[in-house]
């Protein structure tokens, strides 16, 4: 049982070039989520998931994509990328929010910088 | 617009010392009020949680204290330890609606716990 994996874990890229962050679970969660990490900001919620095939805005989602063609996975695209989104990127996921356990599962990341 | 503040920013104590960490919120939809721990170069995890019918829960050497009318809770670490040391986040979210499992972060605060 890996829990929540994530693919790459660094990258730098240069302005203008595009990329996919891979993220995976193993715990048949029908929620997912992609969070960026910067310093003095806490964790700021990108797009998130509830089942397959649906996404839905979070609160900064300007300049990325995502998709859940599958259960399991969840892809964030960045088109064309920007120093701006130089930042360190974690996926979660939980399973359907009960009332009782509300865990989110994050990966261990993704460093990415954008020159 | 940054819905849950946390304090302090850094925070440096002496092995069994209590270690404070303050949340603030605005948004009183918000019923579940979740600590993430998260060591350098991994993904935050769960560390304990509350919800704001009571006000307060223990969990070993962690205590979530909540205040519903002033909307603030923090956390206290009990006889804390070097291994203690880590970035800690408070978040917040409200069980239904189109918020279903949204968590709101707030900035994070690096405890520092020397031996």
């Known amino acids: 049982n890996a829990g929540v994996t994530q693919t790459p874990k660094f990258r730098v890229l240069k302005t203008g070039q595009s990329m996919t962050l891979l993220c995976a679970q193993d715990m048949n969660h029908e929620y997912m989520y992609w969070y960026r990490q910067d310093p003095g900001m806490g964790l700021r919620l990108i797009h998130y998931?509830?089942?397959?095939?649906?996404?839905a805005k979070g609160e900064v989602p300007d300049g990325y994509n995502v998709s859940r063609l599958k259960k399991q996975n969840f892809l964030l695209g960045l088109e064309s990328a920007a120093p701006s989104q130089t930042s360190v990127y974690f996926c979660?996921?939980?399973?359907?929010?009960?009332?009782?356990?509300?865990?989110?599962?994050f990966g261990p990341g993704t460093r990415l910088t954008v020159l | 617009q940054q819905q849950v503040k946390q304090s302090p920013q850094s925070l440096i104590v002496q092995k069994g010392g209590i270690p404070i960490i303050n949340c603030a919120y605005e948004n009183t939809a918000f019923d579940y009020f979740p600590w993430y721990q998260q060591f350098p170069g991994k993904g935050p995890a769960l560390l304990i949680a509350i919800r704001p019918d009571v006000s307060e829960k223990k969990e070993g050497r962690f205590t979530i204290s909540f205040n519903k009318s002033a909307k603030q809770f923090s956390l206290h670490i009990m006889d804390s330890q070097p291994g203690d040391s880590a970035t800690y986040f408070c978040a917040a979210s409200r069980t239904g609606g189109t918020s279903y499992g949204k968590l709101t972060f707030g900035q994070g605060t690096i405890l520092t716990v020397h031996p």
């Open positions: 998931s509830v089942g397959e095939g649906t996404t």
């Open positions: 979660a996921s939980s399973s359907f929010p009960s009332g009782a356990t509300d865990t989110q599962y």
